[in-house]
């Protein structure tokens, strides 16, 4: 096939443009630059960061408070490090085809990964205006979902029973799924306990990621609903009509102005209590006229019974475990439970169907409900 004028083109670009200062440039007419060739390293930017950021504000502190020592870095920070760590994750990746609401979605509904980088935006947008860290507030957001099993929290109802304390995803997710990333201590913290019913988490940063996590699922749930034709905007209750609007813009804009100015008012990190009480309420319709109908719980228990068996096959067959070459362990032992577990809660929806019937010859009419028609296109 003959190469085109614009794949010509293209190749031409392979080694860049030479300039007379010594340096390679992207384009042939650059003209980008600085101004001056004075540029801030991570010593430097620490120090600006600790003058400009609140009192309790945490900061960045040379190669950060880790399991295991490192060298710091000489231009980013600790917290940027963490950020850039999770964004190139396989764990943070596979939350595409992760399950938010909908199993798998349509083009156009969220993914436990656009889910996250919605909760970084709210969090980042909140977190600037009072002076808290950002690569940490994102870092966090980042990751606080990275433990989330296939087929959404109904995982979490499946793979309970062979992990002594339950599955927790925000626990699993710090302390399994991110261990080897050798994260902060903090933004370990902020993943592990972002979830209202965990203790409070250690940093202010940490705390407006989990406020930014509620209002991003309780505003792009609805939205996707809406889209979907589980519910309309005319059936959300007055209340929360009349104090965040019905789109999503207007439902942000309502929740960030509230916690910003609760923020104002006491410096604590909170609501005001109309859009505090607005939000719960929101919340509670969403559970009823989204989570818990009829159709989602179906999903939910096709999740449970397609994904409890896989477990148990993993159990019991430890050698089809990628972790089994590396350290091999027995069948039916705790370490074959957690290393199911580990496999399992890690795939993607797609992937633990397709297991599921490869392994398990489960049938496609039972599997969760949008993975059917995919699997017999194939």
Known sequence: MPQSERNDTWVSTMSGNSATSGITLAHADSWAGIGTTDIADRITRESTEDSTMAPLATRAVGPGNRVRPEEEDPYRTCFERDRDRILHASSFRRLAGKT????????????RLTHALEVAQVAVSIARVLRLNLALTEAIALGH??????????????LSPYIEDGYDHAVWGADVVLQPLNLCNETLDGIRNHSWSRPAPATPEAEVVSW???IAYVCHDFEDAVDAGVVTHADLPDLVR?????????????????????????????????????????????????????????QAQSVIDMLRPLVEHYIAFPQLLPSFELSPFDANSTTAAHEAVTYVGGMTDRFACKQAVQLLHFPTHKLPQGIDTLLAAE
Request: hydrophobic share 35%; with cysteine.
């Open 100 to 111: 938010q609401v909908f199993v798998f979605p349509d083009d156009h509904q969220r993914t």
């Open 145 to 158: 979902d990275c433990g989330h099993g296939p087929g959404g929290h109904a995982s979490e109802d499946a």
């Open 212 to 214: 930014a996590d509620r």
């Open 242 to 298: 009349k104090r965040c609007g019905v789109t999503r813009r207007e439902q942000l804009s309502a929740f960030i102005t509230g916690m910003i100015q609760a923020t104002a008012h006491t410096g604590r990190i909170g609501m005001t209590p109309d859009a505090a009480e607005a939000l719960a309420l929101f919340r509670r319709f969403n559970y009823d006229a989204i989570y818990h109908r009829a159709a989602s719980r179906a």
